[in-house]
């Protein structure tokens, strides 16, 4: 059928927007309802599951893989979520000043906080990254798929209520990192071939975010300096990440010597 | 399919929840906030000034005139401030159908960073006893500026070099060994 794997997409798309703006509206009202968003974040991501399997493709082409040498996939996620946090915070921070906030205490709060971000991570990365990417890559190149996923990502991650207030200017200022964001991701993800390295990513960077009380006073420049990280992380992390790849192809490359095929079987 | 029975499942839950009694803010009280303005950081040795907008649905005075209300103010669980016993004017007016603003000034004198957790209680007077009509309940940030130098940012920027020196060290170990 003529535009089915658009059409899947869309309906993806949609149904993952409008559960993650319900969860975030619901707990705008009450943060009673917390533990909602994270059951949300679940349904968002078996929905997606769902629907990759309806496309009766393998997992592993939707990034459902753990690579050889996946610690050091893991590692080079968790590093670059380091880099990105401490180029934004500290760097400015260390010209203009920082605010120091409250610190994040343990309790049991600070787990259920932790548990939703990584939940979070898995829901987008498997819709946009797995799902998404992979569709339109499949169909329309990669460049196509760029700018469709970044696009249907900054609109799934801006709050709803940033749309209804109405100012075009909020909603921009909103926009814009979401996307240099999703630029990364999805050149992190066509880089290592699983979604290990984003998920990891993107719930480092989170959970760095909250759980570091320091705000850099960068008033207005904020934004560009966020896009520009971004796009200067890129090809520091596909050497990175390309490197790691390389390492991991030629061990599986390397033939296997008699005596251990002998064993073997 | 199962994807959109899910959905729905999941969002007629939602739906059910925000309009249950559990929900704040759902009350079927005769008065009630409509709008209130804060700010959820604010700096230490700053100053701050709190909108409250009350809509008065049916709320009638003694004499079927004006009904008076007042604001009670807990920060962090203890009463901060008492409108009734606590000023002049004790009380304020509003009409039955009317809306009304009241702004009051806060000064944040921490040293620290602090979160503070606050709740604004709204009373009716009616025939000398006072009756709770509606609670609203924020979270306010104390923010510090500090530069640099200072012990918090010192101490993190160390643990994210400390981390990004470990996960190099691992990378590199591990691209070793394979």
Redesign the interface.
Known sequence: MLWRHEIRVIA?FL?AF??HQ??IF?LG??S??GW?LS??YV?VT??AI??IKGQRSRFSQHGFLLPG?V??YL??A??FG??Y??III?LP??IS???????ALLSLDTFLTGGSIVLASIASETVFRGYVQTEVEADHGFYIALIVVSSMFALYMLPVTTYFAGDLTGILRGLLPLLAESVFLCAFFKESKTLLCPIAFTATVEMLKVF????A?TGDYTLPFMIVTYIVLIPVMQS?VG??RQ?DER?DSTPVPDSEEDDAT | M???A??AA??C??VV??YSP????QNEADASFVAAKYNT?V?SYSSEVWNFTVHNANCFGNDGGEAQFSFNIYLDGSLWFDEYNGTVHRTWPCGVGKTVSHAYLKFWPETQ???HDLRVELYWFYNGTSRLEDTLSFRT????????Q?I??TS??AV?LM??AL??T??YV??LA?
């Not at chain 1, 000043?97 to 610190?103: E, I, K, V």
């Not at chain 1, 570091?212 to 705000?215: Q, W």
């Not at chain 2, 559990?22 to 803010?25: M, N, Q, R, V």
């Open positions: 993806l149904l409008g559960l319900a969860g619901v009202i009450n009673f309802f909602l059951l949300m349904v078996l929905i769902l629907f040498g610690g050091r590692a080079v968790v590093f380091f880099v946090v401490f500290f921070g260390a000043g920082f605010d120091a906030l409250p610190g570091t009380p320091l705000e006073l990175f490197d790691v390492q061990l | 199962w994807a959109l899910a959905s999941l969002l839950v939602f929840l925000v559990l929900s704040e803010g950081k700096h960073p602090f979160t940030s104390v923010a510090v500026p500090v530069s640099l200072h918090i940012p993190y920027l994210y981390a990004c996960l190099l691992y990378d591990a691209s394979e």
